[in-house]
Structure formats: C-alpha cells, structure tokens
C-alpha cells in the first residue's frame, strides 16, 4: 500500500505547473468568449491535445499514480483555468472511466483511442446514463437494450439526456435495461461506434453555466450494434444477472454507479478549482479595493469571510485526496468517503463563489470579472454525477447500514 502523503512528488509538482500554464495562458484569455458562444471550444481541445494534456496516456498516467492524487491535481488545475473549456476538455473521460470500469482488455484497447482521436483529427466521447425520467434513480431507466442471437447484435432504444458531448461524440456509451425486472442489476453499458446509424442528437441545452461544455439529449432508434460493444462480453452479463434472479447481492455493481463511484472524487476536484479560482480574485481584489480611506480586506467582515473560504477549499481538497488514495489503494468507502469528498467540494464551490460576489460588490454581478461566471459554473456541481441530495443519502446508508429513503 502506498503511503497517503499532502507532500507532492517531484512528477507530480511539475504535471501541476505545466498544467497551471496552460491554464494561464490559453483556458482563461479565452473563458469569456466561449461562454458567451455557448459552443465547444474545438481550438482549445486541439490545443490541449497537441501538448498530450487531451489523450488517453496522459489520464491513464494521472489515473494510475499510486498516490491516487494524479486526476485531482489535474482536475483542480484545469478548472481553476476555467470549468467550462475544462469540462470540454476532460468530459471524455467520464465515458473512458465507464469503458476501464466495465469493459475488456480488448474493448479497452479497441475504443479508448478512438474516444479521443489524434492532435490533427480530435474526437470526444459521451457517457449517456441519465434519461427524461431517470436523474438520481439509475434504476428507473427505460432505455433497452435486446439481444438479437440470429446476428449476435444488440437493438438499443430510448433517450438519453444531460449528455456532455451527446451527439458530437465519436463514441457513446450508453447505460441501458437488458433485464427490467432486475431494476439497476439488470443493466449493462454498450459502446455504440463512430456513424452507427439510428443514434442522433437531440435537444441541446442552454445551460446556467459550463457554457462551453456541450450538452445534449441522445436519441436512439432501433440502434444496432455488435454483440463485441456490450462492456464486459455476454458471459460475464449472463452470469451477472443468473446471481442477479437468484438474490445474490455481492454479484457485482451497476454499470453506471460503477463509473459513478469512479469520478467522484475527479468531480470533486474539479469544484475545489473553481472554488480556488474565485477566492484568489476576491482575496486579491480586497487587498487593492480602498473604501473609506483602507483596502476592504482590513474589515474583519471581508477578512473572516476570506478565512473561512481558504479553510472550506483546504478543507475539501483534503476529503477528495483522501477519497482519492482510498480508491488508487483498493481502501473500500465504508463511510462513502467518496461521495462525501464530491458533496463537500461541491457545496464548497457554490459557497465561495457566492461570497466572491459578495466581497466584490456590484463589480462581482458584472461579467467585467469572472466571478459571476465561475458562480454559475459552480452550480452543476451539487447537482450533476448525484446531487447533494443523493450524497447525503448514499453517506447516510454506509454510516448506517439502513435502507434509509
């Protein structure tokens, strides 16, 4: 077991500086104007995979390292230069994440690289889990997925919604019911290839905030694709739902909490960037900012507030490297440690940005700062990857051992 450790390594200290100038010098001169587009930032992806920051090596080099801090130091970084070119950026990981959790060795070799494609001809993927009536309770998803043993295929059938990339992805992977009476058991994910006809894009929203991050419905229609895409192979969804009908409960995850569980720590991170991000231009805006003769900062009202922002963003990244360590250690969540990092991160970042407004007086409410911006960016994170709501509940369940609803 790897010893947990704040003290970062040399490696790591110099992913976080290459990453903190990219950020710098290319995320933030351009963070405005794609939020005010609305539309993926193409360009930034491009040049984000030029340098190795967009491919499949360098997250699977952060993923594996043995701290297990690697994804959130690089998380944080990224969104501190801006959540929604971060997001565009690293949105393909959430569908590479469900492809380690569930696929083979070959299916991981076959499609990781072509989720991202190369520096000259960049892809994105989407992981399509949620539906119009299936937010929070994975199990209530309607999307089927039926085996046609003729031509060994799957016909996939529904609608999918909140899909970062739905739609302009190259490759999908979709969550879908094989067996509905097993509920969330008895679902599987199924990667669905580049030009696989029947599969569209559907309503793309205007959204709050991560405006440059594309989200979108997925429609699929009568989508057919080979018995190979099934995550996993047949086999092991067969045996899965056997031990599924006959009440065995230790026979394996959901396909989609499995990715879930993955990421929420990343997601975390992710948060505690923005949060970072806000609390450096209040901080810095109240020691220049002079009302009545003195810098504001030197009013214990704007001094306490920054004191108590620093702590909660310290405080947080603490609870996501922890969770962290635990995962990259195979440490079990016996108190749902990850989803306690994601819940306190995620409030931490609508807090600080809120009070980063406050601190910065009408100047915060104008887009002439980006404080308004990363405000509206922080709201997502307590409701997307499970709401606060279901963070509680899912802690709850595992300090308790109950049921609880």
């Known amino acids: 077991m790897n010893p947990f450790s704040l003290a970062l390594g040399e490696d790591q200290l110099a992913v976080r500086d290459w990453l903190h100038g990219f950020a710098a010098d290319v995320m933030r001169p351009a963070a405005a104007e794609w939020d005010e ?9 491009q040049e984000a995979a030029k340098i190795g920051i967009y491919s499949m090596d360098f997250y699977a080099q952060q993923f594996f390292d043995p701290s297990g801090v690697g994804i959130p130091v690089a998380m944080e970084e990224l969104f501190w230069g801006d959540a929604g070119i971060g997001l565009s950026i690293v949105g393909t990981t959430l569908a590479a994440v469900a492809l380690l959790a569930n696929g083979t060795d070959e299916q991981i070799g076959t499609w990781a690289p072509q989720m991202f494609g190369t520096p000259e001809d960049v892809k994105v993927a989407a992981f399509c889990s949620s539906e119009p009536d299936a937010g929070s309770d994975v199990s209530a998803l309607r999307t089927k997925a039926v085996y046609d043993q003729a031509k060994d295929e799957w016909v996939l059938n529904g609608t999918k919604t909140w899909a970062t990339n739905g739609g302009i992805a190259a490759v999908h992977v979709i969550v879908a019911t094989v067996d509905p009476e097993l509920g969330a058991r008895g679902q599987a994910s199924f990667v669905v290839p580049p030009g696989t006809p029947g ?11 991560i405006r440059a991050s594309h989200t979108a419905e997925v429609v699929l229609d009568a989508v057919r694709v ?3 895409c099934l995550l996993g192979g047949k086999e092991k969804l067969d045996e899965r739902l056997a031990r599924a009908r006959e009440g065995v409960r230790k026979s394996g995850r959901n396909a989609a909490m499995a990715t879930f569980e993955a990421s929420r720590p990343a997601v975390g991170a992710q948060a505690i960037g923005i949060a970072r991000a806000a609390y450096e231009v209040a901080l810095d805006y109240a020691r220049t900012r002079v009302q009545f003769g003195r810098p504001i900062i030197d009013n214990q009202g704007v001094a306490f507030t920054l004191a108590d ?5 310290d405080a947080a990244r603490l609870l996501v490297w922890r969770a962290s ?3 990259a250690n195979q440490q079990p969540f016996t108190a749902a440690e990850g989803s306690m990092s994601k819940l306190y991160a995620g409030e931490t970042a609508k807090w600080v940005t809120a009070q980063a407004m406050q601190i910065l007086g009408g100047n915060g409410f104008t887009r002439e700062y980006p404080v308004e911006r990363m405000h509206r ?3 997502i994170y307590t409701i997307f990857e499970g709401t606060s709501e279901i963070q509680r509940l899912v802690i709850a369940r595992a300090i308790s051992g ?3 609803r």
């Open 402 to 404: 109950l049921p609880i």
């Open 325 to 327: 360590w635990m995962a």
């Open 377 to 379: 960016d922080s709201a």
């Open 226 to 228: 080979p018995g190979s």
């Open 309 to 313: 922002m620093r702590t909660r963003i």
């Open 37 to 45: 587009r609305e539309e993926t930032p193409w360009p930034i992806i």
């Open 199 to 209: 599969l569209s894009q559907g309503q793309k929203f205007k959204k709050h905030g």
